[in-house]
């Protein structure tokens, strides 16, 4: 009896495209909040649902590159913590700062962007990938977690990795549900 053959087939999850700033002189100043919202604030802005983006930085706090997480909705758009680890982790960055827009205008971040962004603090902790920042950005105005202490905050509180775990558990499942939706 002859065994059939296994076919496999390679699924490309993550592809990593590289922003180049070759136009310009050097890569934008992201030293503060108010640089990096001045950097990204008219394409957040164009678009009128709710996107997240990751921008991977250097040692040296250059921009390595730009990572669209997600688009969504008009009030919310789901954030794979895993899928940005994993691509920052594939182009080798030191930093993150996270970005993403409230096309309502309303910069006040919502306990679903605090949860998000102290499980991004603390997961970058152990794939040793910093959280500078996170910043909402709204009708020319931002939010930035590290200008209200909010970043140092979750610093310090220092999750368990059992916790960390349970929430990536709950962060998939709930991947799983909305995909069951559309």
Known sequence: MEKESIEYYVIRECEVVYKSFKRLKKSPDCGSSKEVYSVFKKDLMKMGVEVFIAVFMTGTNNIKAVYRNSEGGITST???????????HM????????????????????????????????????????????????????????????????????????????????????????????
């Open 91 to 182: 182009v080798e960055a030191s930093s993150m700062i996270l970005l993403h827009n409230h096309p309502s205008g309303n910069i006040e971040p919502s306990e679903n962007d605090k949860r998000i962004t102290e499980l991004f603090v603390n997961a970058g902790r152990l794939m040793e990938i910093k959280v500078i920042d996170h910043i909402i950005v709204g009708e020319n105005k931002y939010f930035s977690f590290a200008d209200s202490g909010l970043i140092k905050r979750y610093e310090s509180s220092r999750m368990s990795i059992a916790e960390i775990v349970n929430e990536a558990i709950t962060e998939r499942l709930n991947l799983k549900k909305n995909e069951g939706k559309s």
């Open 78 to 88: 789901y954030v794979s913590v895993n899928k940005v680890l994993k691509t920052g």
